[in-house]
């Protein structure tokens, strides 16, 4: 019984989730009373892979992201895997921010994650491809093991499991 399982690290957002949650978010802003006048715009850019919050002042960006970053945990999107640039002001006197949506697993990361499954001393063998992580060995404990130590892992990039074999 020398069959090896295998399982994928990877680090994805789901464009179309987000696309929900921001329009969710837009019919939220409307319809509150302090942000009503705010002229919000929230857009999101899936080939750039960013969001663009386009608003009147600083209270309703704030605002904004709030309703923004809520409508994603809902929608089962991690806030890591939002970065945010800085404020900027636009023409007219408006703020304008720019959110990355992070999607893959740098080379730097994979490294974190193979090095911490390396010295966790378990039998399984882990190898970084493009963006992802490949994870194998020949217990399936032995891969739950390793599931469990990068859920508890205090990463700064959310983390899912795919192609489990």
Request: hydrophobic residues 35%.
């Amino acid at each position: 019984m020398a069959k090896n399982h295998s399982f994928d690290i990877v680090s994805d957002v789901d464009f179309q989730e987000v696309d929900n949650a921001v329009n969710q978010a837009l019919k939220e802003i409307i319809q509150r009373y302090d942000l009503k006048d705010s002229h919000t715009e929230l857009t999101l850019n899936r080939k750039d892979k960013f969001l663009l919050i386009h608003t009147k002042d600083d209270y309703s960006r704030k605002a904004s992201i709030d309703i923004l970053e809520t409508k994603l945990i809902r929608r089962g999107i991690s806030p890591k895997a939002l970065e945010f640039n800085e404020p900027e002001t636009a023409s007219g006197g408006t703020m304008r921010q720019k959110i990355i949506l992070k999607s893959g697993i740098s080379k730097d990361n994979s490294k974190i994650i193979t090095k911490m499954i390396k010295d966790s001393k378990l039998k399984v063998n882990a190898q970084i491809q493009d963006e992802q992580v490949r994870v194998q060995g020949s217990k399936i404990d032995d891969l739950q093991a390793v599931i469990k130590l990068v859920k508890e892992a205090d990463l700064d990039f959310p983390t899912q499991f795919t192609n489990m074999k």
